[in-house]
């Protein structure tokens, strides 16, 4: 079964939406966005790089002596096709079906936004002398951070919009490119040089 790159890639798919649908079942109320992002940054790396490994480790056994070329394909063609119905699937479902959870996200990136412009501003007033250069210029900051977050809930930009579906597409790309050079380079058999 994990010699069928395409059975690997759906693989991916099903075990990320798992993750996106208990996430937004369980923890929607409990800083949904930030949940959210966390799952992103480190669950699903991990996923795409057991799904690769499953992939190329499987194909190696079956077949003992692996070319470059083989095992790179074995690597980035399941984790691609993963990452690829996910991210459709996951936007054509905030897009079309549940719209509360794209306004939710939206609301709470701005408030996330917000909260983060405070936060350093209140740690920053700690450190610093009132009346200071380097406090002169975090209050100089912090008002271009607070026109910035006007000018965001001015526009009332939708952050999870297909243009920013497909940065994050692209940036999964990126990961899936190294991370098949590096199985690639692992996997290849010396007797192929």
Request: aromatic share 22%; with cysteine.
């Amino acid at each position: 079964m994990f010699r069928n790159v395409y059975a690997v890639g759906f693989m991916i798919f099903i075990a990320i939406m798992a993750a996106f649908f208990i996430t937004n079942i369980f923890f929607r109320d409990v800083n949904y966005y930030r949940t959210s992002m966390t799952l992103n940054a480190f669950l699903l790396p991990f996923i795409f790089a057991v799904g690769a490994f499953l992939s190329v480790t499987a194909y190696s056994r079956w077949k003992k002596a692996l070319s470059f070329k083989e095992a790179y394909g074995r690597a980035f063609i399941p984790m691609f096709i993963g990452g690829l119905l996910s991210i459709a699937t996951i936007f054509l479902y905030i897009t079309y079906v549940d719209k509360d959870t794209k306004d939710l996200l939206n609301h709470q990136y701005i408030e996330s936004f917000r909260t983060s412009l405070e936060d350093e501003y209140q740690k920053s007033t700690k450190v610093f002398k009132p009346g200071s250069e380097e406090m002169k210029d975090v209050e100089k900051k912090y008002a271009e951070g607070k026109i910035r977050l006007a000018e965001k809930e001015k526009k009332n930009e939708d952050m999870f919009s297909g243009k920013y579906f497909l940065y994050v597409f692209a940036g999964y790309c990126a990961y899936f490119l190294i991370l098949s050079l590096f199985f690639g380079s692992f996997f290849r058999t010396r007797s192929y040089q």
